[in-house]
T-cell receptor, first 115, second 109 residues
Framework: GAGVSQTPSNKVTEKGKYVELRCDPI?????LYWYRQSLGQGPEFLIY????????DSGLPNDRFFAVRPEGSVSTLKIQRTERGDSAVYLC?????????????FGPGTRLTVL | DQQVKQNSPSLSVQEGRISILNCDYT??????FLWYKKYPAEGPTFLIS?????DKNEDGRFTVFLNKSAKHLSLHIVPSQPGDSAVYFC????????FGAGTRLTVKP
């Protein structure tokens, strides 16, 4: 069956530009998560959606980062005025219900490079 | 604040032997612990989990042990196979999920 997909797989942009990263979760999964993984680190939580609403956005580093999930399926992570420190792999995951212990299934990630 | 720590960045084991990956955590509110495996250019793949009310969970060659008093968990792989070579992340869940930095396991034929 189709897993979590993310596009693009790689994105190179210049400092100050705006980028959008897309995540297609597993069909029927109500919970969707965004993580950021820097080199040599584990994934770092950014935001969690339950359906269309952001249930927890405490991991977003600042107001340049924003995410939406308007129809409760596809999600877009938006980064304004990109900085070199934003360079990382951005991972998306989905789970069936978002409950405790619910397995999260990850996409392959989008590697963002800010020059 | 690093609430989940994997202090060994790498581990090398001979094929057929046991691999033991360790993880420590600081937040006693974590109620689920998970191990993920990651190959290059792929997202992490769920491997095995354990609830905080248990101290052991086994699935084939993989066993996770939880010591709540020590705030420590470990993943045992036995026997280790070359295909197990990957980066292993420990994760702990409360309201959100926190990951360790990962341990790169190399299983030599």
């Amino acid at each position: 069956g189709a897993g979590v997909s993310q596009t693009p797989s790689n994105k190179v942009t210049e400092k100050g530009k705006y980028v959008e990263l897309r995540c297609d979760p597993i069909s029927g999964h109500t919970a969707l998560y965004w993580y950021r993984q820097s080199l040599g680190q584990g994934p770092e939580f950014l935001i969690y959606f339950q359906g269309t609403g952001a249930a927890d956005d405490s991991g977003l580093p600042n107001d340049r980062f924003f995410a939406v999930r308007p129809e409760g399926s596809v999600s877009t992570l938006k980064i304004q005025r990109t900085e070199r420190g934003d360079s990382a792999v951005y991972l998306c995951a989905s789970s069936l219900s978002g409950g405790p212990g619910d397995t999260q299934y990850f996409g392959p990630g989008t590697r963002l490079t800010v020059l | 604040d690093q609430q989940v720590k994997q202090n060994s960045p790498s581990l090398s084991v001979q094929e057929g032997r046991i691999s033991i990956l360790n993880c420590d955590y600081t937040n006693s509110m974590f109620d689920y612990f998970l191990w993920y495996k990651k190959y290059p250019a792929e997202g992490p793949t769920f491997l095995i989990s354990i609830s905080s009310i248990k101290d052991k969970n086994e699935d084939g060659r993989f066993t996770v042990f939880l010591n709540k008093s020590a705030k420590h968990l470990s993943l045992h792989i036995v026997p280790s196979q070359p295909g197990d070579s990957a980066v292993y992340f420990c994760a702990a869940s409360a309201s959100d999920m926190r990951f360790g930095a990962g341990t790169r396991l190399t299983v030599k034929p």
